[in-house]
Nanobody, 115 residues
């Protein structure tokens, strides 16, 4: 099992930026996937961004060109830089991993984009 701790959510105006962090208790290289998705009440879960096995990146269509996923040198923290935020980015952002033993989710962090 892996523990994930997210941080960095908050309230931001349209056009602003936020950076989310996800600290994992294991090296991210050991996962098949680590990344973020977001959930808004009444809508389907949506992929935001992630690292696949081999550390190739994947982004949801709604965030391409605005969000950037990165990792620290130690290999246990993943960051999500979110720029040019708009109101449709509002939601709870969850960090999660997919591994051979299953999936683990963080508790989520709220991102609210509002003027």
């Amino acid at each position: 099992q892996t523990r994930l701790v997210e941080s960095g959510g908050g309230l931001v105006q349209p056009g602003g930026s936020l950076r989310l962090s996800c600290a994992a208790s294991k090296y991210i290289f050991s996962f098949n996937f680590i990344g973020w998705d977001r959930r808004v009440p009444g809508k389907q879960r949506e992929l935001v961004a992630g690292f696949r096995s081999g550390l190739s990146t994947v982004y949801g269509d709604a965030v391409k060109g605005r969000f950037t996923i990165s990792r620290d040198d130690v290999g246990k923290t993943v960051y999500l830089q979110m720029d040019n935020l708009n109101v449709t980015d509002t939601g709870v952002y969850y960090c999660y991993v997919v591994a051979d033993w299953g999936q683990t989710w963080g508790l989520g962090t709220q991102v609210t984009v509002s003027s």
